[in-house]
């Protein structure tokens, strides 16, 4: 699937493209801001007659070393048609989930309805495989030249560019009809470096490629004896789009965000240069793309993070059912299975500020009943330590009518242990989250008020087919030092306490009315969160693109700082990617009017 163009003609004239290339022969424009261009423009799409020839894509291909890709949807085996191969079909529907077939895969993004559902995987196909919203092209990008010739030509064509890394990504900026995409995943190198000295910080540091994964930055802990802030999830890059929007894991409330470990950035701008930012130059770049989103300032190549020496983790699991049983954590009612829900969340406030993290679900049931399940990881603590510190939760349980035991804690865990990065396959969840704030804790009434809301909406998730999930963590300005503590970091992370999501499955097949019913259902539940935390916001990375008045809800007060930030350092609109900063000026016309869909041409915002 991930063949170099073979239509190209053999009379092919290369090009040998230098640190700041720009493509020969194809058309200059002027860089202008935003407010100077025609207000109904659009990019430049498929079919249109600015659309570049073969012989220009020809151009490109041989000036980036022939990594220049045309894929096809990876299902389309799974159609009638030429590509029709059962065999292949078959095995990704059910053969997929120990491979790293998706997470390698140049179009998908492993959220499938932001890209039009035009082309699933299934054994029972409805109509014909489109390319939908799919990228038109895609830039294998393997070194910074690369992607700079990718950003040239998008610029000097006009043509809508997309950044992709493994594809985990909920909110539709992975995909793009009628785009060209700079796919980093094969920017992969990887340094440690026992010293590293820049403005207030020296100590150890590692330089990581924006392909690189959470897992392979655990390996490159487990080899050099330290740590480093990296995702949770083992395939989620450990740069790119998951520090530029904050980027939370199971040490952040010990060493802070992804964001708050960035000590220099190396980035393609939107003129196609390669620039360093960090707190001496371009420090204005520094401070955006720490937390300010990803896909609209520049596309990262690589960056310096801090690294720690070596910590281990204690951990400690609870899990509460609904259940007339006498099974470990059966409880027999409603009620007291909400308390003790209750109990644990209150107490997670002493687990955070012991540096600790929370990683939590409740799953609605038949029959009015429900499952909770949680762990409590703490850094740095021994687990007689952590024992010890979560015997009060215990306590609490047996006195609101839970008999269930604190579990013995085994021996801690080496937070840099090795890892693999295998799994992950498209599906159709689609967050909706809001940042609680410390506030929500420390006050009797507004505590019981926010635990009736999260009740509320989890009270609804059975009919309704979506599930509640709370990660909890307390990255305060504090944790996050130098030079983390000055960053586009949304104000609401320093304050928060939990992370909580409404984890909504988007059925196959909706219409786009279907789908604006759904979201009107799904935004009353969410309503309830934001009632009980005014001015608070929401992660983006685990957010809802069709997030109500997202510039505050995922920037909060930088909104404006950023805009002027994203309009000096890309004044033609080359970036953009939905609910990034200055995206409200674009909309994409979905050929189903399917909302938030990422399957149509991408078009100024007439006014």
Same mark, same amino acid.
């Given at each position: #699937?991930?063949?170099?163009?073979?239509?190209?003609?053999?009379?092919?004239?290369?090009?040998?493209?230098?640190?700041? *290339? +720009?493509?020969?022969?194809?058309? %200059?424009?002027?860089?202008?801001?935003?407010?100077?261009?025609?207000?109904?423009?659009?990019?430049?799409?498929?079919?249109?007659?600015?659309?570049?020839?073969?012989?220009?894509?020809?151009?490109?291909?041989?000036?980036?070393?022939?990594?220049?890709?045309?894929?096809?949807?990876?299902?389309?085996?799974?159609?009638?048609?030429?590509?029709?191969?059962?065999?292949?079909?078959?095995?990704?529907?059910?053969?997929?989930?120990?491979?790293?077939?998706?997470?390698?895969?140049?179009?998908?993004?492993?959220?499938?309805?932001?890209?039009?559902?035009?082309?699933?995987?299934?054994?029972?196909?409805?109509?014909?495989?489109?390319?939908?919203?799919?990228?038109?092209?895609?830039?294998?990008?393997?070194?910074?030249?690369?992607?700079?010739?990718?950003?040239?030509?998008?610029?000097?064509?006009? =043509?809508?560019?997309?950044?992709?890394?493994?594809?985990?990504?909920?909110?539709?900026?992975?995909?793009?009809?009628?785009?060209?995409? +700079?796919?980093?995943?094969?920017?992969?190198?990887?340094?440690?470096?026992?010293?590293?000295?820049?403005?207030?910080?020296?100590?150890?540091?590692?330089? =990581?490629?924006?392909?690189?994964?959470?897992?392979?930055?655990?390996?490159?802990?487990?080899?050099?004896?330290?740590?480093?802030?990296?995702?949770?999830?083992?395939?989620?890059?450990?740069? &790119?789009?998951?520090?530029?929007?904050?980027?939370? %894991?199971?040490?952040?409330?010990?060493?802070?965000?992804?964001?708050?470990?960035?000590?220099?950035?190396? +980035?393609?701008?939107?003129?196609?240069?390669?620039?360093?930012?960090?707190?001496?130059?371009?420090?204005?770049?520094?401070?955006?793309?720490?937390?300010?989103?990803?896909?609209?300032?520049?596309?990262?190549?690589?960056?310096?993070?801090?690294?720690?020496?070596?910590?281990?983790?204690?951990?400690?699991?609870?899990?509460?059912?609904?259940?007339?049983?006498?099974?470990?954590?059966?409880?027999?009612?409603?009620?007291?299975?909400?308390?003790?829900?209750?109990?644990?969340?209150?107490?997670?406030?002493?687990?955070?500020?012991? &540096?600790?993290?929370?990683?939590?679900? =409740?799953?609605?049931?038949?029959?009015?009943?429900?499952?909770?399940?949680?762990? %409590?990881?703490?850094?740095?603590?021994?687990?007689?330590?952590?024992?010890?510190?979560?015997?009060?939760?215990? /306590?609490?349980?047996?006195?609101?009518?839970?008999?269930?035991?604190?579990?013995?804690?085994?021996?801690?865990?080496?937070?840099?242990?090795?890892?693999?990065?295998? &799994?992950?396959?498209?599906?159709?969840?689609?967050?909706?989250?809001?940042?609680?704030?410390?506030?929500?804790?420390?006050?009797? @009434?507004?505590?019981?008020?926010?635990?009736?809301?999260?009740?509320? @909406?989890?009270?609804?998730?059975?009919?309704?087919?979506?599930?509640?999930?709370?990660?909890?963590?307390?990255?305060?300005?504090?944790?996050?030092?130098?030079?983390?503590?000055?960053?586009?970091?949304?104000?609401?992370?320093?304050?928060?306490?939990?992370?909580?999501?409404?984890?909504?499955?988007?059925?196959?097949?909706?219409?786009?009315?279907?789908?604006? /019913?759904?979201?009107?259902? #799904?935004?009353?539940?969410?309503?309830?969160?934001?009632?009980?935390?005014?001015?608070?916001?929401?992660?983006?990375?685990?957010?809802?693109?069709?997030?109500?008045?997202?510039?505050?809800?995922?920037?909060?007060?930088?909104?404006?700082?950023?805009?002027?930030?994203?309009?000096?350092?890309?004044?033609?609109?080359?970036?953009?990617?939905?609910?990034?900063?200055?995206?409200?000026?674009?909309?994409?016309?979905?050929?189903?009017?399917?909302?938030? %869909?990422?399957?149509?041409?991408? *078009?100024?915002?007439?006014?």
């Amino acid at each position: #699937m991930r063949q170099p163009l073979s239509s190209f003609s053999l009379s092919l004239i290369f090009f040998v493209l230098g640190a700041e *290339c +720009v493509i020969p022969h194809a058309k %200059s424009i002027r860089l202008t801001r935003p407010s100077d261009r025609p207000s109904q423009e659009c990019k430049v799409f498929p079919g249109d007659a600015e659309w570049p020839s073969e012989s220009q894509w020809a151009r490109l291909n041989a000036s980036i070393d022939g990594v220049l890709l045309k894929p096809k949807p990876a299902a389309s085996v799974c159609y009638p048609g030429p590509d029709h191969d059962q065999a292949q079909c078959q095995f990704l529907v059910s053969g997929t989930s120990s491979t790293r077939f998706w997470l390698n895969d140049p179009l998908v993004e492993l959220t499938q309805w932001t890209q039009g559902s035009s082309c699933v995987a299934t054994l029972t196909p409805v109509g014909n495989c489109t390319r939908g919203g799919f990228p038109e092209y895609v830039v294998n990008a393997t070194a910074a030249k690369h992607v700079q010739a990718a950003v040239d030509f998008a610029r000097n064509n006009n =043509i809508r560019l997309v950044i992709k890394n493994t594809g985990h990504d909920f909110g539709g900026r992975s995909v793009g009809a009628g785009s060209i995409s +700079v796919w980093t995943h094969y920017l992969k190198s990887t340094k440690f470096m026992s010293s590293y000295r820049i403005g207030q910080y020296n100590g150890m540091a590692v330089r =990581i490629g924006s392909g690189v994964e959470a897992w392979e930055v655990s390996n490159l802990m487990a080899a050099n004896n330290m740590t480093v802030v990296a995702a949770g999830c083992s395939t989620v890059g450990g740069s &790119g789009g998951w520090l530029s929007s904050g980027g939370h %894991s199971t040490v952040t409330s010990t060493f802070g965000l992804g964001a708050d470990q960035v000590l220099s950035l190396e +980035v393609v701008t939107a003129d196609g240069k390669l620039v360093t930012a960090d707190p001496q130059t371009n420090q204005d770049l520094f401070w955006a793309m720490r937390g300010g989103g990803g896909a609209t300032y520049g596309i990262i190549i690589s960056v310096v993070m801090k690294a720690y020496p070596p910590i281990r983790i204690a951990a400690s699991s609870l899990s509460l059912t609904v259940s007339s049983g006498s099974t470990t954590g059966a409880v027999g009612d409603v009620e007291t299975f909400w308390e003790g829900v209750s109990s644990y969340y209150r107490f997670a406030a002493k687990i955070l500020d012991a &540096g600790g993290y929370g990683f939590s679900y =409740i799953y609605p049931m038949e029959n009015n009943t429900y499952r909770f399940t949680t762990s %409590s990881s703490f850094p740095g603590m021994t687990p007689t330590a952590a024992f010890n510190l979560m015997q009060p939760l215990y /306590d609490t349980m047996k006195r609101v009518g839970i008999n269930v035991a604190n579990p013995t804690i085994g021996s801690a865990t080496l937070y840099g242990s090795p890892r693999g990065g295998n &799994g992950d396959k498209p599906v159709n969840t689609r967050y909706r989250s809001r940042l609680l704030p410390r506030e929500n804790w420390e006050d009797d @009434a507004l505590f019981n008020r926010t635990m009736r809301a999260i009740r509320t @909406a989890v009270e609804g998730g059975f009919k309704n087919n979506f599930y509640f999930h709370g990660t909890l963590t307390s990255p305060t300005v504090q944790v996050a030092g130098w030079p983390g503590s000055d960053s586009a970091v949304h104000p609401a992370w320093r304050k928060n306490r939990m992370h909580a999501m409404l984890m909504d499955v988007q059925p196959d097949g909706l219409t786009a009315q279907q789908a604006i /019913d759904r979201d009107a259902l #799904m935004q009353g539940y969410m309503s309830l969160l934001r009632d009980v935390s005014p001015g608070a916001g929401s992660y983006m990375n685990e957010g809802d693109p069709g997030e109500p008045n997202w510039q505050q809800a995922f920037y909060g007060a930088h909104y404006e700082r950023l805009l002027a930030i994203k309009r000096k350092w890309d004044p033609a609109g080359v970036f953009w990617a939905p609910t990034t900063v200055g995206s409200e000026g674009w909309a994409v016309h979905a050929v189903d009017g399917y909302p938030n %869909s990422q399957n149509g041409k991408l *078009c100024r915002v007439a006014g």
